[in-house]
């Protein structure tokens, strides 16, 4: 809506009009008339595909038919190379009954401009802008912005930022599984409950023994024989249930303080004492061993494994590639290291099927071994997005309309427990920013590298198309089939004789 309200034409250099049809490259007229007709095809499909791409909207530019983005990157007209599809279209020269647009306009997509529609003579009058308008326009904007920021939360993630998996088992039938793998249910327990279930494991058989020694005592009579010298007990100084229980913990403790202990009148005591501290040792086994497993597991090493917020889309080394940075904030190294990723998004098959959140992989250098990481430094990881690539297809405004998930996942050996350690985080279309890359954090410094992690998330803007993968790679097969047919005339006629 504020993109067709009235502005005043400040500044030249910030607007332009809408690109005119490009003029198709001349021809020599003496070119044979198959060359010629062979090049005004690959002519016509290029300046096709090049209407087709320079149609696509472009952050800081304004095209015809299209809506204009946000304006968070710029496009500098004079810095544009004429012909260049890798750029935003230059500036063509004002003609008469054409309107200026300022190369930041907002407008709301597919919808009708009252300016065109209700007053069209007026449409190259320059009318200002009152300052109320412009705090007005102001407001909108700051209204618009919890709009989008609620959107955000609204959105159900897959895996959390920090590596947690939002999926909830419920209705399992057979929960007699988890008790048959009783050591990874009790380490897999929240710390509280952990910590419940080690008291009453100790707390709950000193008080089964402890009750079997004041029902013997209770059986033998030592208790209605207290007191008596001439009476021989079976446990000494056991004679109600207080007793019985604290010599059952000085008997598993193996405390001893020599008041109370099984003699030798009965035979059941010295059982009763062996059971005990079979089933003692059984039981500081287990429980410290789970206390143990929980305390150094490798998932609190994956805290300082960290990933960056955003992912980046640049181009690299010609390519249009995908790149996130992961670092590694200890001095001890992870052994081994590796990093996948996975792609979560829901589609249809063509047989009506739908699948929800299918998993697909996201080649990282799994064929040419770039995905086994020497993780010393902070390292930026990229996807090449080629033919096999998800996104061969998807432009800049078309992964604005997109819902999936990528799924960072980093395994490796801890250097100082050798247990295997995997970090995870995960990246939605919204945490993408196209035509950036990452800021360098390393430094030679006093003979060695020093990285500094405040640069980890910084990014710079770089020049790089909307238009997708696929698109690019058509245009610049379209180049060369021009190229090489130009190239049937020009040849014979620079050979000497010609």
Request: proline fraction near 7%; hydrophobic fraction near 40%; include cysteine.
């Amino acid at each position: 809506m504020l993109a067709y309200l009235p502005r005043p034409p400040t500044d030249t250099s910030r607007y332009g009009t809408f690109p005119q049809k490009p003029e198709l490259p001349a021809t020599p007229g003496a070119l044979p008339e198959d060359s010629r007709q062979q090049a005004g095809v690959a002519t016509a499909k290029r300046s096709a595909l090049v209407l087709n791409y320079r149609s696509l909207p472009r952050r800081g530019c304004l095209v015809p038919g299209e809506p204009a983005l946000l304006p968070s990157r710029s496009c500098v007209a004079s810095r544009h190379r004429p012909g260049d599809p890798s750029r935003c279209p230059p500036a063509a020269p004002r003609e008469a009954g054409t309107r200026w647009y300022p190369l930041h306009a907002l407008s709301a997509p597919d919808a009708p401009s009252p300016a065109h529609s209700k007053a069209p003579a007026r449409a190259a009058a320059a009318v200002p802008t009152p300052e109320g308008l412009q705090s007005r326009r102001r407001k909108l904007l700051e209204e618009d912005v919890p709009v989008v920021q609620a959107n955000k939360r609204q959105r159900q993630r897959y895996v959390t930022k920090v590596g947690k998996c939002q999926v909830n088992l419920g209705n399992i039938q057979e929960k007699k599984r988890f008790l048959s793998d009783i050591f990874t249910t009790i380490v897999d327990l929240k710390y509280r409950w952990f910590l419940f279930v080690f008291m009453m494991c100790y707390i709950v058989t000193w008080v089964v023994f402890g009750t079997v020694y004041f029902f013997d005592a209770w059986a033998r009579g030592d208790v209605r024989h207290r007191g008596d010298p001439e009476w021989r007990a079976c446990i000494e100084n056991v004679d109600d249930f207080i007793s019985a229980l604290l010599f059952s913990v000085e008997s598993q403790r193996t405390i001893g303080y020599g008041s109370r202990m099984v003699t030798a009148n009965c035979a059941e005591g010295v059982i009763l004492l062996m059971a005990q501290s079979i089933v003692g040792s059984m039981i500081d086994a287990l429980m410290v061993g789970c206390m143990f497993v929980k305390i150094s597991r490798p998932k609190k090493r994956a805290q300082t494994l960290i990933f960056s917020k955003n992912c980046v889309v640049s181009h690299r080394d010609e390519k249009l590639c995908l790149m996130f940075r992961v670092g590694d904030l200890r001095d001890s190294h992870m052994v081994d290291a590796k990093i996948r990723a996975k792609l979560i998004k829901s589609r249809q098959t063509a047989e009506g099927e739908f699948i929800p959140l299918e998993q697909s992989e996201l080649n990282l250098g799994y064929d040419t071994g770039e995905d086994r990481l020497f993780l010393v430094e902070p390292q930026i990881i990229c996807h090449v997005i080629n033919r096999r690539s998800p996104f061969w297809d998807m432009s800049a405004e078309s992964l604005r309309r997109e819902q999936f998930e990528i799924i960072i996942i980093l395994e490796g050996i801890v250097e100082a427990t050798g247990m295997t350690c995997q970090a995870r985080t995960s990246y939605t279309e919204d945490e993408i920013l196209w035509g950036y890359r990452f800021e360098p954090c390393m430094s030679l410094e006093k003979g060695a590298f020093r990285v500094d992690y405040s640069r980890f998330e910084m990014t710079f803007e770089v020049q790089t198309p909307a238009a997708s993968a696929k698109e690019l790679h058509e245009l610049k097969e379209l180049e060369q089939q021009a190229h090489s047919t130009l190239s049937l005339y020009w040849d014979p006629l620079l050979q000497p004789g010609a």
